[in-house]
């Protein structure tokens, strides 16, 4: 419940406040709240603390996708977040393993004064270096929030904010509309030709 409303509400916070921003700022306050989620020991205490944890943990990481759309060339919008994402699922995959293993070495005392397995500790040092890392690695990035992305065509350019329609012709934008038509390499100026032939045709 607290990952469904904290992505909801600081994704919406996000088209004002910043991607970037929102995605430190929640990042650091999932941080913060690491000891309610670790320290209490009544089931009301825990499930508190859980639940505004995850509230901004999932605030954090439900920004992600839009953030690494907009930063995405747009010849590769569709598979650059989700490549992102897998790798870094590949590279933390050894995680679980790394905490379960940490924690059958360290026993703590619990409640009852029996010396247990210390879960908590090791998964509250785990969660505080996951969130400072990603707040330190977004806030020293960029942001191009509001980017169209929509309206650029990969390989050709900007077919415009209503989107290709018929009898629209469709010009190279970035480097290819600012050479002269001697460096235009012919490639591309057949490309252009013929999408711009099909839509003609098309409109009669």
């Given at each position: 419940?607290?990952?469904?409303?904290?992505?909801?509400f600081?994704?919406?916070v996000?088209?004002?406040?910043?991607?970037r921003r929102?995605i430190v700022?929640?990042?650091?306050?999932?941080?913060?709240?690491?000891p309610?989620?670790?320290?209490?020991?009544s089931?009301?205490?825990?499930?508190?603390?859980?639940?505004?944890?995850?509230f901004?943990?999932?605030?954090?990481?439900g920004?992600i996708?839009?953030?690494?759309?907009?930063?995405?060339?747009?010849?590769?919008?569709?598979?650059?977040?989700?490549?992102?994402?897998?790798?870094?699922n590949?590279?933390s995959?050894?995680?679980?393993?790394?905490?379960?293993?940490?924690?059958?070495r360290?026993?703590?005392?619990?409640?009852?004064g029996?010396r247990?397995?210390?879960f908590?500790?090791?998964?509250?040092?785990?969660?505080a270096?996951?969130?400072?890392?990603?707040?330190?690695?977004?806030?020293?990035?960029?942001e191009?929030?509001?980017?169209?992305?929509e309206h650029?065509v990969?390989?050709?350019?900007?077919?415009g904010?209503?989107g290709?329609?018929?009898?629209?012709?469709?010009k190279?934008?970035?480097?290819?509309a600012?050479r002269?038509?001697?460096?235009?390499?012919?490639?591309?100026m057949?490309?252009?030709?013929?999408?711009?032939?099909?839509?003609?045709?098309?409109?009669?």
């Open positions: 419940t607290g990952a469904t409303v904290g992505g909801t600081i994704g919406y996000s088209q004002s406040f910043g991607r929102s700022l929640a990042a650091l306050l999932a941080g913060c709240l690491i309610a989620w670790i320290l209490p020991t089931e009301g205490g825990l499930s508190a603390g859980s639940f505004f944890l995850q901004f943990v999932q605030g954090a990481w920004v996708p839009v953030h690494l759309n907009e930063l995405s060339p747009p010849a590769f919008r569709a598979s650059f977040p989700g490549v992102a994402y897998q790798i870094g590949m590279i995959s050894p995680a679980a393993e790394m905490v379960t293993g940490i924690s059958g360290i026993h703590i005392a619990g409640p009852n029996k247990v397995e210390a908590g500790p090791v998964m509250g040092v785990s969660t270096i996951i969130a400072t890392g990603l707040a330190i690695w977004t806030a020293i990035g960029h191009q929030r509001g980017s169209h992305f650029e990969a390989g050709v350019g900007h077919v904010e209503d290709p329609s018929h009898g629209d012709e469709i190279p934008s970035g480097a290819s600012t002269s038509s001697s460096d235009v390499e012919k490639g591309d057949k490309e252009i030709e013929a999408h711009n032939a099909q839509t003609s045709h098309a409109a009669k």
